[in-house]
């Protein structure tokens, strides 16, 4: 079993600071069927640090205690950035990672919102789908596509994986 050292344990517990403190700033536009979760960038950390799941998972966690959608956001809204962490953490292309958020967000809210809220499901999960595609897709792969390239940035969050 690999050891967990307090610098891996210090970097989580920033990104879930960071993710919390992100995603409360952006209150208005992070919760329901069109969001802009800003702080959803950081899951693509996981592309570089599978250990960063972490941080993510447990940021998503407290800040979901704010959602609208109670519980149940804390519950699913946590269950599907975990997956989407995990298969960010295991994909080798930069974007392709980009798009397993985008797919199990907008599946996982858009059933949330269809069943707690009686909205159509394959219009907010489109809706869902199409604001972390915006946030994720676009803006995360444009910084991170540039981020990636700067070896100081890899050297300063000790990136592990996909870090040619």
Avoid at 8 to 30: E, G
Avoid at 97 to 106: D, K, M, Q, R, W
Wanted: hydrophobic share 55%; with cysteine; proline share 2%.
């Amino acid at each position: 079993m690999k050891k967990v050292t307090m610098r891996q344990i210090t970097d989580n517990a920033l990104v879930a600071a960071v993710y919390v403190a992100v995603t409360t700033l952006t209150a208005s536009f992070s919760f329901l069927n069109i969001q802009f979760r800003i702080a959803e960038i950081l899951v693509l950390l996981c592309f570089f640090r599978k250990d960063f799941i972490f941080g993510v998972v447990i940021g998503t966690f407290l800040a979901n205690l704010q959602s609208p959608m109670g519980f149940y956001d804390v519950l699913f809204g946590t269950l599907a950035s975990l997956l989407s962490c995990l298969a960010i953490g295991f994909s080798k292309h930069l974007f392709i990672a980009t798009l397993y958020p985008v797919i199990i967000n907008g599946l996982v809210v858009g059933a949330e919102l269809h069943f707690l809220l009686a909205y159509p499901f394959w219009l907010n999960a489109g809706l869902v789908a199409l604001g972390e595609f915006a946030v994720v897709s676009v803006l995360g792969f444009s910084l991170f596509a540039i981020l990636r390239r700067n070896r100081r940035f890899l050297e300063e969050i000790k990136a592990t994986q996909n870090n040619a």
